[in-house]
């Protein structure tokens, strides 16, 4: 692998800077990787700064940088990682980090590719368990470059897989009849009205993920426009959807596992979120239930639990019916 030697440079632009041809060089390495990254336009995340470490016209290390904003006034970000040398990347890290520092940021997190609603952290850990769709994906010991450049991990979060959709939760029922009676329904995405429904998802995702790490507001156009694209990739009757009184109340959104071809058998629940209200206690558990119905009824075998954060209560229910697959990490230095 090459060293970061004295005849390599490091590149610091703006993205006004980014031309098509740095742009170029920056997406060729990402494409070393296979990185999902590489497929991406780095402009569209709208970096403040973009990081290149090149050995002659061939990059050896990326990243961007973005400075602190008003809802986290002291953290900046580091994302669009790449690396094809540890000492390259450690140099590129400490000049983010200088960067960053200059920006006014106190702390630096990464890996994150400008909030959570994009691409973010590394897969740390992990069973022989094939990459599903849309799970961050990056080479074994990219960790060990930010360990190197004096990060550690500040929050880890899991992957589970459940193997038998047939497993009932024992509370299913009772729990079911309790929210019953409180008007809550369950039905499945309604196509005919899809945009309608993802206005409510987009709202109970802001009130119920607001205190979440890291979670930044998004508009709902900007929410309903980003999971439109989505919609192709979707298996509709696999997205539980909780009212009351036809508001919608809590959600959980499934899409096939794509990755496994033409005919995928596993569904990769991706998000579960509901209103903090405390008539719909153990709308979790029962949304998990359905969806796991959903997805036997539709002939999936299997369905992944998908990047939820270690220790909170989607970690408790998957637990109930899954085993682990992967743990994934996001890093952070005191600036």
């Known amino acids: 692998m090459p060293r970061f030697a004295a005849t390599h440079r490091i590149e610091c632009v703006t993205r006004n800077e980014l031309t098509t041809e740095l742009c170029e060089v920056s997406r060729g390495l990402a494409e070393r990787f296979n990185s999902a990254a590489a497929t991406r336009d780095i402009v569209s995340d709208l970096p403040d700064y973009h990081f290149l470490a090149l050995d002659g016209d061939e990059a050896i290390a990326r990243c961007s940088i973005w400075a602190p904003a008003n809802k986290h006034p002291e953290t900046g970000l580091i994302g669009h990682f790449a690396s094809v040398s540890s000492q390259a990347a450690e140099a590129i890290l400490e000049a983010a980090c200088k960067k960053l520092k200059e920006r006014g940021a106190k702390t630096a997190i990464g890996p994150i590719d400008s909030s959570t609603w994009k691409r973010y952290r590394f897969v740390t850990e992990s069973s022989d368990e094939p990459p599903f769709f849309l799970e ?65 998802i987009h709202r109970v995702t802001e009130i119920a993920m607001s205190k979440n790490f890291l979670f930044n507001s998004m508009s709902e156009e900007q929410f309903v426009a980003m999971h439109k694209l989505l919609l192709p990739y979707v298996a509709h009757e696999a997205v539980i959807i909780a009212e009351r009184r036809e508001e919608v109340v809590g959600f959980l959104f499934s899409v096939p596992n794509h990755l496994e071809g033409a005919k995928p058998k596993t569904l990769v629940m991706k998000t579960i979120a509901r209103l903090p209200d405390k008539e719909l206690k153990g709308l979790g558990r029962l949304l998990y239930a359905e969806a796991h119905r959903a997805a036997h009824e539709l002939g999936f075998t299997r369905a992944i639990h998908a990047l939820f954060a270690l220790n909170n209560r989607a970690h408790v229910i998957s637990d109930y019916y899954a085993r682990p697959i992967r743990q994934y990490q996001l890093f952070g230095r005191e600036l």
């Open 136 to 200: 961050p994906q990056n080479p074994t010991g990219w960790q060990n470059h930010f360990s190197g450049a004096g990060f550690a991990p500040i929050r880890t979060y899991g992957s589970s897989v459940n193997e038998d959709l047939t497993v009932i939760d024992s509370e299913g029922q009772a729990i079911r009849e309790s929210l019953l009676r409180c008007g809550v329904r369950l039905r499945r995405l309604n196509a005919p009205s899809v945009e309608s429904d993802l206005r409510g």
